[in-house]
Structure formats: C-alpha cells, structure tokens
C-alpha cells in the first residue's frame, strides 16, 4: 500500500513538473513573441494568408513558395512564424469567398461552400461568416493547447530514434502520404532530390557538368515553380467576379438558435481535425470532408444541410483549422512533414540553419516556443482581421488578374534569382512551372513531389547509416523495436491498398480525390 501511494505522488509530482516547465517555456515564447518586430511579422502572416485564402486559385503552399525567397534576410524565428501565419491564416481567408460567393478560396473550404452559400442566400452571410470565424478561433487555440502538451514529450520520446528508426518513420510516411493521395509523385520527389553532391562519398550525381547543381536542387525554385507559376499557368486569365452577397457590420452577430446549433460541431470539428491533422496526407481537407459527413450523419434535421445548415458551416471550419494546427506536431517533435506546407517549412528552418525534429525544443527553445506562441497570438488577429474588414477582403477579388498574375511572376522570378544570383534555379523554376502546369491538366497532384524532395536527403543519409551500422545488413530495421513497429505499420498500409485494388466498391479515397477536382474546376 505505501508503495502504491509513493508511486501516485511520484506520478503527481511528475505531472506538476511537466505542467510548470510548460507554462515557464510558454511564457518564454511569449516574452519572444512580443517583441514588436515579431509581432509585426506575425500580422503581416496572417494578413497575407487572409488574402491567400480569399482568392481562388492561390492557395497556402502558393503563397508560402512565393514569399519564401524574402525570408532568408530574416531569422529563423521571424521566419518560420510568418510563413506558418500564411498557412493557417488562409484556412480563416478560404471561408469568406465560399460563404459569400459559393467560389472556395482554398482546398479545405470546398465544404463551407455547400451551406454557406446557402446561408448567406438566406440573409444570413455576416451570421455565417461570424460563426465560420470564431469556430475557427476555437478549433485552433484547441489544436495550439493540444500541440503545447503534445509536441515537447513527443520530442523526448523521439530523441530514442536512432537512423534506422527515422529511415523507417520517413518511409511510413511516403507509403501513408500515397495510400491517402488519389496520386503521388513523391518517388519523383525523392529522385530529383538525390541531385547534387554525395553527402557520403563526395562524388557528383547527375548534375549535368553544373557546378551550381552540386547542393542539389533548391528547396526555393522548385515549389515556387510548381505552384507559384504553375498555378498562374493553369488558371483561366478571363475569370469573371460573380455577384458578392456583401454584409454589413451589425449582421454579423448570429441568433442564440445559431449559437446553440454551433457550439458542438465546433467541439467536435476542434477534437475530429486536430487528429486527422496529425496524419500525413491533405489533412485539412480530409478533416473538413469528415467533420462535414459527421454533422449529417448525427443530425437530427439531415435534410437542412445543403439548405443552409450551421452544423455545415460550424464543423469544417473547425475541423480544417485544428488540422493545420495538428500538423506541426509531427513537423516540430519529429522533423517528418505530413504534407508539401510543412515541407517547405522543415525547408525553411533548414536553410536558417535550424533542423526540426526531437533537438529542436533543447537547441532552439526560442525558434520552438515563440513559433507555438505566435499561434495563439496570430489567432487572436485573424479572429480581429476576418470580422471587421470581410468587405474590404472581398473587394481584393474584383482586381483583375491581367494586373495581379504578371505581378506575381515578377516577384517568383525576382525571389527566386536573389537567393543564390544564379540563373539556373530561375530556369529550374520556369521548368517547375511548366511541370506544374501538365501535372495539372492531367489531373495530378504536383504536392506530394515537394514532399518528397525535402524528405529525400534525411531519407537517404539515415537509410546509409543504418547499412553502415548493420554491415549492410536490412535486418537492423526488424530487430530494433521501435523500428520494426513503424515497418510492420507500412506493411499493413501497403496490404490495405492491394485490398482495395480488388474490391470493385469505391471507398472513401475515391470520393476525396472527386471533391479535390471538383473544387479545382470550381476555383
């Protein structure tokens, strides 16, 4: 008994010690945080991801690839926190056009169309949008409370990984990554990544006699190319504005009917997207798809939805919100990306010499806590931009895109060219951008590609570790425990996807990938 009772007050002692170096390093990032500089950096993020996500065509890994060459006069931390207010400031932007004019500004809000819209044909558009903003407000600060707890013993945890559990953690998210895309190119992402130097052997690999080839190719040119140009590319220049249902001030305040029909899609969206986003793949719009199915599925009124259901708008909204923010935690405990956005973060940080994963909370506490506690400071802005200024967001869409696309391509070419003043990572780009724009007309997904080649030197060097150690041995990823867990995980996903080759039922995947490429002829 006494035993018992001295292991309960171990336990609790542990927890008070875990819960008070939390909240000190909180108050660190924050002390970081409100710096007037950062917090400058922090708006202009998310005042950027509004804009991104409100217009169609150009979404979060759009912007973040064009902006990401202005950030290498920056440090990490302004660095990281500003293009990481783009991603999640776009999934607030994405619900403005989806409400008001039934067009998704981003990927994830392809759901928020079907009852918004609906609500807002209603005289009901600013309830929508208020509804839409503080159920994004809340999944997120739940997701940022969640990462906060999660992420750093997580990391601690991960410190254990030696190179053939990280070959066998990268490789379980390649197969994951594939079994949840309609299409996946990150095998092409990983050849294009073995480019360069042999970091091994020193030897040259495919370089082409180009000596500006030899660090490989640049995480910068690549996804500017793919989806900066290529997205300009392939969208139709003659886009015409359909009529904007715009509201005023005083009708964004919903009844307490709507807030009662809100208040537990938004919980469940919060809990439901935080998870999904954890998995590899498009969490956010994976999410938003789920929470959106749930709401229907528990209705007591099924039929209201698609004629203007708060359920409909409340849960996506959250559910694609909490996602993006459970995304970073594989991304800053594990150093693995769960979809292109965080790769090209993990890329960013690399370039300022910050590597992400298990060290990064010990090595950098103020790149890690000022990033997590920008988040909750990034939300408190987008909840204060979304509201009040929704009409002057809505006017950006009526600048016509002959004046805004050769403005972009302007900047692709101008950022891409001051990074290294080489003329080969523009022709790199311009290449990209043709690859982006075929990918796109026949139906393939360019993301998973910047995956693939911001994974594949981790990849490689721990795969070659791991021989180095065994003697070219493969067994040492199935005699390592942890190792042989995440191995016989990719070998379960790989036996679900033969399954579903020979089962002529569609399943859930095929209806995703419907609703991707309906949303990208809607855009």
Same mark, same amino acid.
């Given at each position: 008994l006494l035993a018992r009772s001295g292991s309960r007050v171990a336990r609790e002692r542990h927890k008070a010690g875990f819960m008070e170096s939390t909240l000190a390093s909180l108050a660190l990032g924050f002390s970081v945080v409100f710096q007037p500089d950062i917090l400058v950096y922090a708006f202009i993020g998310c005042l950027v991801g509004t804009l991104v996500g409100v217009l169609p065509g150009i979404g979060p890994l759009t912007g973040i690839s064009i902006l990401l060459p202005i950030t290498f006069g920056l440090d990490a931390t302004k660095?990281?926190? *500003?293009?990481?207010?783009?991603?999640?400031?776009?999934?607030?932007?994405?619900?403005?056009?989806?409400?008001?004019?039934?067009?998704?500004?981003?990927?994830?809000?392809? *759901?928020?169309?079907?009852?918004?819209?609906?609500?807002?044909?209603?005289?009901r558009a600013g309830a929508a949008l208020c509804i839409a903003a503080v159920g994004s407000f809340a999944a997120g600060t739940f997701g940022l409370v969640m990462l906060t707890v999660i992420a750093p013993p997580l990391a601690s945890f991960a410190v254990r990984f030696g190179p053939p559990e990280y070959a066998s953690l990268l490789v379980l998210g390649l197969i994951f990554l594939s079994y949840m895309s309609s299409t996946s190119l990150a095998v092409a992402g990983l050849m294009i990544g073995m480019i360069g130097i042999d970091s091994m052997t020193g030897h040259f690999r495919y370089s082409f006699d180009l000596p500006e080839l030899g660090d490989g190719i640049g995480i910068v040119p690549v996804p500017v190319g793919l989806f900066g140009l290529g997205e300009i590319l392939?969208?139709?220049?003659? @886009?015409?504005?359909?009529?904007?249902?715009?509201? @005023? /001030?005083?009708?964004?305040?919903?009844?307490?009917?709507?807030?009662?029909?809100? =208040?537990?899609?938004?919980?469940?969206?919060?809990v439901l997207g935080f998870f999904v986003g954890i998995i590899p793949g498009s969490a956010h719009i994976i999410s938003s798809f789920l929470s959106y199915a749930l709401e229907r599925r528990i209705s007591k009124t099924p039929e209201q939805f698609g004629q203007g259901a708060v359920a409909g708008v409340a849960g996506p909204e959250s559910a694609n919100n909490s996602a993006s923010t459970g995304a970073f935690v594989p991304m800053l405990a594990l150093g693995v990306p769960t979809g292109p956005v965080t790769a090209v973060l993990i890329g960013a940080l690399a370039i300022h010499g910050v590597a992400a994963g298990p060290n990064l909370v010990n090595e950098h506490p103020n790149v890690f806590w000022g990033f997590v506690a920008s988040m909750y400071v990034g939300n $408190?802005? $987008?909840?204060?931009?979304?509201?009040? /200024?929704?009409?002057?967001?809505?006017?950006?869409?009526?600048?016509?895109?002959?004046?805004?696309?050769?403005?972009?391509? *302007?900047?692709?070419?101008?950022?891409?060219? =001051?990074?290294n003043n080489s003329i080969v990572d523009v022709w790199i780009m311009l290449i990209m951008g043709g690859v982006g724009y075929g990918l796109r007309k026949f139906n393939f997904d360019p993301a998973p590609l910047v995956l693939g080649l911001v994974i594949a030197p981790i990849f490689e060097m721990s795969l070659r570790q791991s021989l180095v150690m065994s003697n070219g041995d493969y067994m040492i990823f199935l005699q390592r425990p942890i190792s042989l867990v995440l191995v016989l995980a990719a070998a379960g996903l790989l036996l679900l996807s033969v399954v579903s080759m020979f089962t002529k039922r569609k399943d859930w995947r095929s209806t995703l990938a419907e609703v991707e490429a309906g949303e990208e002829k809607a855009g």
């Open positions: 660095a990281v926190i *500003m293009l990481a207010g783009i991603y999640y400031g776009s999934q607030y932007g994405g619900s403005t056009t989806s409400i008001l004019m039934r067009i998704p500004g981003e990927a994830s809000s392809v *759901m928020t169309c079907i009852d918004g819209y609906a609500m807002a044909r209603r005289g392939s969208t139709p220049s003659a @886009k015409v504005v359909s009529e904007v249902v715009t509201p @005023k /001030l005083r009708e964004l305040l919903p009844t307490r009917q709507e807030w009662r029909e809100a =208040a537990m899609p938004i919980t469940r969206g919060s $408190l802005m $987008l909840l204060l931009l979304n509201l009040p /200024l929704v009409s002057l967001f809505v006017s950006v869409l009526r600048i016509p895109y002959s004046y805004l696309y050769p403005l972009i391509i *302007m900047f692709c070419i101008v950022g891409v060219y =001051a990074v």
